[in-house]
């Protein structure tokens, strides 16, 4: 279900880009991504309303509206597996950013008490040092 979820968000927000011009290809050919682009979890609400809406959630919810909470383990599985990411960093509030230089995606989770997680977020333009403050303030969160 995530991989199907996370993959329609990515998707649907990678269609929403501007067409690839001379520009672009000379940018990708450099091996540079273009700029951090973020996506909420749950369209219509800021990254910040979904982290407030996830300690609510029950683990294993993934209805339309609503971000995907499940174990932690099943979230940090499916995030490796499907998009090959890795922790970048963890912030002491619960939030965390995963990123994959290879694929130049990264996802913000958030970790409950409870040992579940809730994706919160979700972009492109992620490589090996980039500074996670620009994702975060990208989101709409604090960096």
Do not use: N
């Not at 979820?5 to 501007?18: C, D, G, K, P």
């Not at 339309?64 to 490796?80: E, R, V």
């Not at 980039?130 to 709409?140: E, H």
């Amino acid at each position: 279900m995530f991989a199907v979820r996370t993959a329609a968000l990515i998707l649907a927000a990678t269609a929403a880009v501007a067409p690839v011009t001379a520009a672009h290809s000379a940018v990708e050919a450099r091996g540079e991504l273009p700029a951090v682009k973020a996506w909420s979890a749950v369209a219509g609400m800021s990254a910040r309303q979904v982290v407030d809406l996830a300690g609510t959630l029950p683990t294993g919810s993934a209805d339309a509206g609503t971000p995907w909470c499940d174990a932690s383990a099943q979230i940090h599985g499916a995030l490796d597996a499907e998009f090959g990411e890795t922790l970048v960093l963890a912030k002491r509030d619960g939030l965390r950013l995963w990123g994959s230089d290879e694929m130049g995606t990264w996802t913000m989770v958030f970790e409950r008490p409870d040992g579940s997680s809730c994706i919160v977020a979700s972009g492109i333009g992620y490589q090996d040092g980039t500074d996670p403050s620009v994702i975060f303030r990208t989101a709409g969160l604090p960096g």
